[in-house]
């Protein structure tokens, strides 16, 4: 596989370093989505620039998401994800898993990009009430559409980060939005734009968003590619594929 990893790649002078001394930080699940334009001349991906006030990636540009919450294991949708999408979810689980952890990454996935960015990835239904993270999105007339979503890469944060995620990172037609306007009073990152793969990779990004960038170049000409898993073991970074 062609794959941009360089040797520095996530190395301890990146970014804040937890104290070996405090123990081992456990992952949390997370999950991110790509959005990926096709009505111009080159394929264009949706970013935002996180607040420069934050503790972690602060004033980086990022794919939106964010970690798991309790709500996405139970909220409704307009349609499932694919099977074999499901399948490759499932495949080396860090540690027993919660039932539908398939199903809540993707429904994190699509939540956070609404919270974030203010655009639907979904399907239009009656208004209906919801419960914690999930009211504002159901309050829009809407229900999150999975059927799209594609995997295309998985990656845990070294264990000498403050913070650590397990994260599943998704790809998903700009076609698939309810609109390409965003809807009022959302959005929690500072800027958002669409970005030809030149123009992204100029920006400010963590590595991994930069991996992950070229990832997506491969899988628009190659679908059934399969999603990188970036991890590190006994000190060591290890790719391997799912």
Known sequence: ????IEAKFDTRNDGDVRDPRAGVLKPRHAATLIVVRDDGPKPRLLMGRRNRGLAFMADKWVFPGGRVDRGDYLAPSASELAPETAARLSLEPRHASPPRLARALALAAVRETFEETG????????ERPGAGAW????AQGALPDLAPLAFVARAITPPYRTRRFDARFFMAPASALLSLDRQPDCGELDEIGWFDFDQARALDLPNITRFVV???AQRLADPGRPAPFMRFLRGARQLSYL
């Open 119 to 126: 655009l639907l990835l979904a399907q239009t239904a009656p």
């Open 1 to 4: 596989m062609d794959e941009p």
């Open 135 to 138: 009211r504002p999105f159901l």
């Open 214 to 216: 070229h990832e997506v």
